[in-house]
């Protein structure tokens, strides 16, 4: 949110000392003031030296207050990529390579002193997939932003120790693990929710929720940052809404006729800002907890879900398949600039029921 941050007026004897200047600030940091930052009733309290180099200080180090950047300038007839779309029709821009400039946009998440939380599950054997996703992490996610890890566990002396830059730090969660891959996969939304009230709204500003068996391969940054994103399926970006394998039969919660639709969303990797993350995940668990009750389940449970909430509560961001990839099933193909968050090989037999 572009807010105006208005310096005091300072009076002296002879003149007045009125700085102006625009800041971003964050949902969290407009909670509460920085206990050491001047106020008008601080100034006031200034003699007459101590305003001059107050004054001084201000005009001496204008970077503080207008960092200027240097870079191409956007041309209105020429468009970033003419192969793909960009945007959709309720003017939410979808994200490739070549359609943004990170250097902007890490000013801009940085004026903010942005926090991005990342949730990930390693439930039972899933955690062996822990290490090579943390190790990815921090070399392509986020990169020179502040950024908490939130391990979803039932197994937390497993967690590995894996090295983390400035700024970055680990949260253990432990959990109950569930019988079925399936069980562990739906309650997935009641523990992001759960933890969204108790921890997450005071502690991050972005939340990402990612699958543990997938490995950062490239860069991933602020540049997926909104009120709410989900990613295209690398199965489905070329079909057509009835080639969507959404719930279909009308006694689910995540029924969606085959007239309706507009992407299939991956439910490996979707976030956004922690109230609007909280309301979907919130939504989504209270629908599987109703389909239970009706003696039904989703057919590909909690993403069904998540699409059919994404298909009414439109994601101000739409991700490019770059962001969840099967490399194995699919190859590279030259649409895909950059392949970024990849899956990893795995037997799922071996690994999701143990």
């Not at 709410?228 to 279909?248: D, I, K, M, N, V």
Request: hydrophobic share 40%.
């Amino acid at each position: 949110m572009l807010s105006p941050v208005k310096w005091p007026c300072i009076p002296t004897e002879n003149f007045c000392v009125h700085c102006a200047g625009y800041g971003f600030l964050s949902q969290r940091s407009q909670k509460s003031r920085d206990p050491g930052a001047v106020t008008s009733a601080d100034v006031r309290k200034l003699d007459v030296r101590e305003v001059v180099a107050l004054s001084r200080m201000v005009y001496a180090q204008p970077k503080m207050l207008t960092p200027r950047m240097v870079y191409a300038q956007p041309k209105m007839l020429t468009p970033s990529r003419e192969d793909v779309l960009v945007l959709t029709p309720w003017l939410a821009p979808i994200i490739w390579e070549g359609t943004f400039n990170i250097d902007i946009l890490n000013e801009q998440f940085r004026l903010q002193n942005t926090t991005i939380g990342l949730t990930v599950f390693a439930i039972k054997k899933y955690v062996v997939f822990l290490k090579l996703f943390l190790e990815t992490a921090e070399q392509h996610f986020m990169v020179g932003h502040k950024v908490i890890y939130y391990v979803f566990t039932d197994r937390p002396a497993e967690v590995p120790q894996v090295p983390l830059g400035a700024g970055r730090k680990l949260v253990v969660l432990t959990v109950r693990n569930y019988s079925r891959w399936q069980d562990v996969s739906m309650h997935r939304m009641e523990m992001i929710s759960d933890f969204s009230e108790r921890r997450f709204l005071q502690e991050v500003d972005y939340l990402v929720c990612a699958d543990v068996d997938m490995k950062f391969q490239d860069h991933v940054g602020v540049e997926i940052l909104s009120a709410l994103f989900g990613t295209l399926h690398p199965g489905f970006y070329r079909s057509s809404r009835e080639a969507f394998t959404y719930e279909r039969r009308p006694k689910s919660q995540a029924y969606i006729p085959h007239n309706e639709g507009d992407f299939y969303y991956m439910g490996a990797f979707f976030g956004g800002s922690v109230v609007e993350v909280h309301r979907l995940t919130k939504a989504c668990h209270q629908a599987m907890v109703e389909d239970k009750a009706n003696g039904i389940e989703a057919v590909w449970h909690d993403e069904s879900h998540l699409n059919k909430y994404l298909l009414y509560h439109k994601p101000t961001k739409v991700l490019s398949p770059e962001y969840v990839w099967d490399q194995k099933l699919l190859g590279w193909p030259s649409i895909m600039k950059k392949l970024r968050y990849v899956a990893v090989p795995k037997n799922h037999q071996a690994i999701r029921n143990r």
